[in-house]
């Protein structure tokens, strides 16, 4: 109601309307309080439930902690049992180096294998004190039973015993000596001084290169560059031989690069190394070796090719009496006419090699095997009546004519009586212990070619110190209990430039007096037989 109406209205008349208003009002309280006592109750009622619920739950939540202690374990850390199965395998590698000391008492010969350096100049003033032992009271290895290497098999079967523990058991059950390992590293010293600035070694003018003094002589001619090529295949097997390669961090590491560096340069797009078959197998078994060592993808291709010229040159049967034709080597072109033993030993042994690096060498050797049966059967015309492998005996010869039988054979002992290369190729081409042709090659070994005193052939002293290890028994005894410490005894110590060399006067075969290069290379792998080639199976 506006204001003026209220003031024109009757008094009495708006207090009438005013106490109506509030009769309504009162009227209206009466009727609303049922609703509240109601929702007063009803919250009343959820409270108490949820005072209830969380009093109940609390005191459940109590209860429980201590009924889990009390009836379950508490389970195993993860970490502790991680370190218990390391202590087990601690405790498996300590009882496995434990029963391989008891097969091979390598303590005792305690002959120190350095497997990984970083600097090849870190140990260059170490001079190996060992070789100044008495080595007629060293120590001697097992009776070396026969492990042939076979015509098969990887670099891991072959090359597996050139370092590491591997190196050491195989030193131990050969028969090596700390001394023996001494005048090795001293001959691999006495490499590295000689070395020329381009890689090679060369045959006569390797004194210029070293700065000890005295000087040693010159090599005396053959100093052509086939020459070279044949001494840096040498020198990079022997350390090869020792376990040093261009790839694992040794200190011969760089020397060894820069050989094969050279070898690599020299070669031609045909893969040729040398014109002759015989620096050329030498320079390519240094490669083979090399890349079945390291698997260098560098020197595959170069092996390879290598490895073709060799098996495109090997001779072939004119008769054809098998699927395979081929026979050994000449010292260039292959001729059934003439089959040279000392060129075709070095063809074999470089193919070997790249059998050991998964190359490819087609069938050259099953031509191998067919050249080695077949001249030692024109060698020996009554090898049939040979029946006692420990007394009979045979040769092989230094040319055969495939097409008429005839042999060059020389006399026993002398340079033409090529059965050290017989010998050894019977042993890279399969043949085992009990073999009569191993065998009696073997027995005219000992007979006729015992190497007494320095100097002597090395030529046949390397062929025969392998094909000897091999065959083992008792004549492995006699020959490395000679020839180990005759090779010690001779070394040159302590005189500068001849420091860890043998002198080559005395050591002629076939024109090879070349020089101290030769010499060396024949003495040093002669001295590394032990672990050299990996022996495998066994009598």
């Known amino acids: 109601m506006a204001r003026d109406e209220m003031e024109d209205q009757d008094p009495e008349n708006l207090n009438e309307e005013l106490l109506e208003g509030e009769g309504e009002e009162e009227d209206k309280e009466p009727s609303g309080a049922p609703g509240w006592f109601i929702s007063i109750g009803v919250h009343s009622l959820f409270a108490l439930i949820f005072y209830y619920a969380v009093w109940a739950t609390a005191e459940e939540d109590t209860e429980l902690p201590p009924m889990k202690v009390t009836t379950i374990d508490p389970p195993p850390k993860k970490e ?25 008492p390598i303590t005792a010969l305690d002959v120190p294998v350095e497997e990984k ?37 990887g670099s891991a079967g072959m090359f597996g015993s ?20 001494s005048a090795v590293d001293a001959a691999l010293r006495w490499f590295k001084r000689h070395q020329s600035p381009n890689g090679m070694w060369d045959a006569e003018k ?43 961090p040794n200190k011969y590491k760089a020397t060894v690069e820069k050989g094969l560096e050279y070898l690599r340069s020299i070669q031609t797009g045909d893969g040729n190394l040398g014109p002759r078959n015989y620096e050329h197998a030498v320079a390519t078994m240094a490669l083979a070796e090399a890349y079945a060592m390291t698997n260098d993808p560098d020197l595959k291709q170069p092996s390879q090719k290598g490895l073709n010229v060799l098996i495109a040159r090997q001779a072939k049967d004119a008769k054809g009496d098998s699927a395979y034709n081929g026979l050994g080597w000449d010292y260039v072109e292959g001729k059934a006419e003439r089959n040279d033993s000392s060129v075709s030993g070095w063809a074999v042994m470089a193919l070997k090699s790249g059998l050991a690096g998964g190359l490819n060498v087609g069938n050259a050797m099953d031509g191998a095997k067919k050249w080695l049966k077949r001249h030692w ?45 017989g010998a050894l190729c019977s042993v890279f081409l399969g043949h085992h212990a009990g073999d009569i042709m191993l065998e009696t090659l073997c027995n005219h070994v000992m007979k006729y070619q015992f190497p007494a005193k320095y ?3 090395t030529y046949f002293m390397y062929y025969n110190t392998l094909a000897v290890f091999q065959a083992g028994g008792q004549r492995w005894d006699k020959w490395n209990n000679t020839v180990r410490d005759m090779l010690v005894n001779a070394q040159r110590k302590g005189d500068g ?21 030769l010499s060396t290379a024949y003495c040093c792998l002669s001295l590394e037989v032990y672990y050299r080639y990996k022996q495998v199976g066994g009598k």
């Open 80 to 104: 502790e049992k991680k370190d218990l199965e390391r202590n087990i395998e601690n405790t498996v590698e300590i009882n496995v180096a434990t029963e391989a000391d008891v097969a091979a």
């Open 117 to 153: 350096t970083t600097s090849e100049d870190e140990n260059e003033a170490e001079v190996a004190k060992g070789r100044e032992e008495a080595v007629s009271t060293s120590e001697t290895g097992s009776t070396g039973a026969f492990m042939a290497i076979g015509a098969g098999g």
């Open 162 to 181: 050139r370092n590491g523990g591997g190196k050491r058991r195989a030193l131990a059950k050969g028969g090596g000596t700390r001394a023996s390992e």
């Open 206 to 248: 390797y004194p210029v290169n070293c700065t000890e003094t005295p000087k040693c002589e010159p090599g005396q001619g053959h100093g052509s560059s086939d020459a070279n090529v044949a001494m840096t295949g040498y020198a990079v097997l022997c350390f090869l031989g020792a376990g040093y390669d261009h790839k694992t």
């Open 377 to 421: 059967e024109a060698t020996n015309p009554d090898w049939k009546k040979l029946s006692d492998p420990y007394a009979d005996t045979s040769t092989f010869a230094y040319t055969w004519d495939a097409t008429s039988d005839k042999v060059e054979v020389g006399a026993p002992g002398q340079s033409h009586d090529l059965a050290p290369v």
């Open 455 to 457: 100097p002597c052939n």
């Open 497 to 517: 430039c001849f420091d860890g060399s043998w002198d080559y006067a005395g050591t002629m075969f076939h024109g090879h007096e070349t020089g101290r290069v």
